[in-house]
């Protein structure tokens, strides 16, 4: 996802991890020239990889809402103890260094998935799409305002500007 500054934000599931570091969980970094070089590889801790009884992953939904001056990102993945399904979304509001909010938005299978966000001054201004797997294919829309109403995860605060919107 690309940042409001230009930089790029990389999430990505992980197929090993470095010996003691759990392999259930995304790698992240970041990019100052368009993808070329990556640097601070990391683990993030919070978001998990698929269902948590596997260390293969799931390929996961990731963008960055067009609003201007702002780094919120929205993160999709299955969020279970085993199999692939509760497909969640969370969001960050400081491109990725958190993740403080997440979502339920499937409750029975949920398999690969991939989000887009609505363009500006369109009908789709505002809203979040969601397709996903899920004995066949589905979509979901909603907005930030949906997100917001959902479970904080200890990860990081909501900002002071949201209650300011």
Not at 28 to 49: N, Q
Not at 71 to 93: H, K, M, Q
Not at 149 to 163: E, M, N
Request: proline share 5%; aromatic share 10%.
């Amino acid at each position: 996802a690309e940042l409001s500054d230009g930089r790029l934000y990389y999430n990505s599931r992980r197929h090993w991890a470095p010996e003691g570091e759990n392999p259930r969980r995304r790698w992240t970094a970041l990019s100052k020239d368009g993808g070329k070089t990556w640097k601070d590889l990391s683990i993030c801790e919070i978001l998990p990889d698929g269902p948590q009884n596997t260390n293969y992953g799931c390929m996961a939904g990731l963008v960055r809402l067009p609003i201007r001056g702002r780094d919120i990102l929205i993160y999709s993945n299955c969020d279970s103890p085993e199999g692939r399904r509760l497909g969640t979304v969370w969001a960050s509001f400081d491109g990725g260094k958190t993740w403080p909010l997440k979502r339920l938005v499937q409750k029975g299978s949920f398999a690969y998935s991939s989000l887009a966000a609505g363009r500006p001054k369109t009908k789709s201004q505002g809203w979040i799409y969601l397709h996903f797997e899920s004995d066949g294919s589905k979509v979901a829309r909603f907005n930030l305002s949906w997100l917001l109403k959902g479970t904080k995860t200890g990860h990081g605060k909501l900002p002071k500007w949201l209650s300011n919107s």
